[in-house]
């Protein structure tokens, strides 16, 4: 699969900046925020994907489309890439992208990239068009886990026979096994 390479136009981009506080200038989003909907982490706040939801439909959602940029498939290491965009009753719209893979995943989703990358393009538009600075819950990935962790010793040696038994590399290995050890 191609890579797809993306060049941003300084003035556009600067005039898309101007735009957009123009858009939330008389309203501050972030202070319309319910707090008794925020989820705590560490010590950190996170705004739900319900709540930016209802922000939305308070500005004045009046339709939204996503599309799918980069399938999960095994040669982009099963990263899925969504572009959701929203279309305000003014006519204005914007739009952002957002990926997830099963790193990038609490461990009940990983089978779904495709819905957690749109949902967190979702959030991300929403946020960015209503100028809310805090990052959206669905933004983030696991929060309970080190996938940094070393494999063990055990995983270690019956990857080692596996790749010996079956007279296989690392990447045969890795295309076969790759869906149930989730890469």
């Not at 008389?26 to 982490?41: A, F, H, R, S």
């Not at 209503?130 to 040696?157: A, V, W």
């Amino acid at each position: 699969m191609d890579n797809i390479e993306v060049s941003v136009d300084k003035d556009k981009f600067e005039a898309f900046e101007e735009w957009l506080i123009l858009q939330t200038e008389d309203v501050d989003w972030n202070e319309k925020i319910d707090k008794e909907m925020l989820i705590e982490i560490n010590g950190h706040k996170f705004v739900p994907l319900s709540e930016l939801d209802r922000l939305a439909r308070e500005r004045g959602f009046a339709s939204s489309e996503s599309m799918v940029i980069q399938p999960p498939v095994y040669e982009n290491h099963r990263n899925a890439t969504v572009t959701w965009r929203i279309v305000w009753n003014d006519g204005t719209s914007i739009a952002c992208s957002a990926d997830a893979n099963w790193r990038t995943i609490n461990p009940g989703f990983r089978n779904f990239p495709i819905c957690i990358a749109e949902n967190r393009a979702r959030a991300r538009t929403i946020r960015l068009s209503l100028g809310i600075t805090m990052c959206s819950y669905e933004e983030i990935g696991p929060e309970d886990e080190d996938l940094s962790e070393p494999s063990s010793d055990q995983q270690r040696s019956a990857i080692d026979m596996l790749i010996k038994r079956y007279k296989l590399d690392h990447a045969q290995l890795v295309e076969i096994l790759g869906d149930k050890i989730g890469v």
